[in-house]
């Protein structure tokens, strides 16, 4: 192996390790942590942002890059190596414009934001929070200047979770399906209300969680290699390759709650269980981007965990887990209960059919926001009328409304909408599945996903970051990201079901 590209390697992993041992805090702060523990906590992490930031940044690793040019040249482009070089180029040269005095400023503000987001949600108080959420937006706009001049401000903070994606494409996108969402939404709004009163019986949290644990097993994640905890809101985490956490959160009366959450993290936990151990310990030991990761959780919470066939095989371990809370329940009605579409007021408990204008909403106030158009003190005023306007429903307190979303206060400005192109690549994905896998449909009323599973790790899971996100969409589905199967997806399955 050449010499330099062995040091690199190893710089990497010290850099990867680092990373790790700050998911691992982040975990337990999630997880276990009491709430006086906050303020160390955000030193310990901001510590180790800070020193794995300097240690990529140092200028031998701009040196190695530029020693490696040529021996990356001379590679196969969608080798290994050939892929680590140049995504290693590119998250260097991200980097390096970020001083690490703001990287450990961030760090400590969004660990303590954190905690200030509990109690402010807590209390429904918007005003608690305020101050926290005003210099989030401070240092997010600090940070789009880094990378000035751009396009649109938006731009350098979308790029961090969806690589090589523009505000414009994004915008372009959701142009297209706003269209065809709202429509359906309106036609469905004219159908009888359907009864899905079944789920929201009290259900023996152990049970919820045992069954969860179960469909998490049937679809293919490894127990061996992570483990499941609860958390207020639901997440995943590498530690390493071998070792991926999921969290859940169970409800004792909104079985869809605990069940689906289950299901979504297990998608996004195979995925990084899936990745070649080829890449272990590097810069594309991750996936391709918050987009291709949502599009993994949602294929199994949604395109499996959500649709008829998943339900003949799962419907009678259900009703045996909970006996006689299910008898007057046919399948068919369960089904139409799962997928009941609603104007909910909070995203994460939204159906299908209305989740992305959720999604819409955010993007529409975080760019307002960065643009200097809007004061973050106004947001609750705003939010609640946009929701009026988009989904007819305005919440009747800040918890339910602007501070339901963990996000802002982890300062993941920029991160909302890779939710609505993870549904979108979703359903291209699952076009391509299932023309190869002709009887799929049969096998998911089996029980059986070892090919569905095997598809998506030969296809998508194997090669971690190696591609950007149009890159990788494009090898699988032939086209870029685009939201015509999307639309096709929803007609289908809802023009069915409400008999449109
Ligand atoms: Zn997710």
């Avoid at 010499?3 to 690199?8: A, D, H, N, W």
């Avoid at 942002?49 to 031998?60: A, I, N, P, Q, Y």
């Avoid at 195979?270 to 272990?280: F, N, T």
Wanted: aromatic share 12%; net charge negative; glycine share 6%.
């Amino acid at each position: 192996m050449n010499k330099e590209f062995g040091e690199l390697k190893e710089r990497l992993g010290e850099i990867h390790d680092l990373h790790s041992a700050v998911a691992v805090l982040g975990w337990d702060q999630q997880v276990n942590m009491p709430a006086a523990g906050a303020e160390g906590r955000a030193n310990q992490i901001s510590l180790l942002c800070r020193l794995s930031h300097e240690k990529f940044v140092d200028g031998r690793v701009g040196e190695m890059l530029e020693n490696l040019k040529a021996f990356a040249d001379g590679l196969d482009p969608e080798s290994d190596e050939a892929c680590l070089v140049k995504v290693t180029r590119r998250e260097y040269d991200r980097n390096v414009k970020v001083p690490s005095s703001f990287v450990a400023e961030f760090a400590r503000t969004t660990s303590n934001a954190h905690v200030e987001w509990e109690k402010a949600k807590a209390a429904s108080d918007f005003l608690i929070f305020r101050p926290w959420l005003e210099k989030i937006f401070d240092l997010r706009r600090e940070y789009a200047g880094f990378f000035a001049p751009y396009d649109h401000i938006y731009d350098p903070l979308l790029d961090e979770f969806e690589p090589g994606l523009k505000t414009a494409d994004v915008k372009e996108i959701f142009e297209k399906v706003r269209p065809a969402q709202v429509e359906l939404i309106k036609e469905i709004g004219r159908c009888p209300e359907t009864d899905d009163s079944f789920l929201h019986q009290e259900l023996d949290p152990q049970k919820q969680w045992e069954l969860g644990v179960e469909a998490s097993t049937a679809i293919g994640f490894d127990w061996s290699r992570g483990r499941q905890d609860r958390s207020v809101h639901p997440f995943t985490t590498t530690f390493d390759l071998n070792d991926v956490r999921i969290t859940t959160r169970i409800m004792p009366n909104n079985f869809a709650s605990g069940f689906f959450s289950t299901m979504h993290e297990s998608g996004h936990a195979m995925y990084e269980q899936g990745i070649s151990p080829s890449l272990r310990n590097t810069l594309l030991c991750s996936g391709a981007s918050l987009g291709i990761h949502e599009s993994q959780s949602r294929l199994w919470e949604n395109l499996v965990g959500r649709s008829f066939d998943f339900w003949v095989f799962f419907y009678p371990r259900l009703r045996d887990k909970f006996p006689g809370c299910f008898d007057n329940v046919s399948l068919k009605d369960f089904y139409r209960g799962i997928n009941r579409v609603k104007r909910s007021l909070i995203r994460t408990e939204s159906d299908e059919a209305t989740y992305n204008l959720h999604i819409m909403l955010r993007l529409e106030i975080e760019i307002a926001v960065l643009e200097g158009k809007v004061a973050v003190r106004d947001l609750p005023e705003i939010w609640n009328a946009r929701m009026e306007e988009y989904l007819g429903v305005a919440p009747d307190n800040d918890a339910h409304g602007i501070l339901q979303d963990v996000h802002w206060a982890g300062g993941a400005v920029g991160y909302f909408p890779t939710y609505a192109l993870g549904n979108m690549i979703s359903a291209q994905i699952w076009e391509c599945v299932s023309r190869d896998i002709p009887d799929l449909s049969e096998k998911i009323r089996q029980g059986s996903f070892s090919e569905l599973h095997g598809w998506l790790a030969e296809n998508i899971y194997r090669h971690g970051a190696k591609f950007e996100p149009q890159t990788l969409v494009k090898k699988v589905t032939g086209s870029k990201i685009d939201p015509a199967a999307y639309i096709r997806y929803l007609n289908r399955k809802y023009r069915e079901i409400y008999s449109l």
